[in-house]
């Protein structure tokens, strides 16, 4: 994430490898979510929205489900509120909040794109 913010500082930045980026997906979804919903002071309640995520440069689907106990994250093809497809790359860069839904497929309800970043601030 560091290059590619340094590469985007001064102009056109490359894309994540892939499999980096992948685990970089599964580091945010496993790790940063379920930490950013439980902070003491402000914490966030979903209310069973769903989120897929969509890999579309290799194998690699997440479904993501808020609800009022947190943050439930498998590993499979289902169908969310919202899908979201692009490269590795592409949706690790979304989660941290450095690219922009409009440059990823989105299909449903777009408007949560906005919630989830509600929920789980980016870094």
Known sequence: M?????????GDPEP????????????VLDVIVPSRLRGPEDAREGHGETYHFHRTDGPGEWLV??????ATV????????????????DLLLFLWGRLPGERLEVLGDASLLGRLFELVPPG
């Open 2 to 10: 560091h290059r590619w913010d340094a590469q985007a500082a001064l």
């Open 16 to 27: 994540i490898e892939p499999e980096l980026a992948c685990d970089g997906i599964d580091e």
């Open 65 to 70: 489900r808020f609800d009022a106990q947190g």
């Open 74 to 89: 498998t590993r499979e093809h289902a169908k969310g509120d919202v899908a979201v497809r692009g490269a590795a790359s």
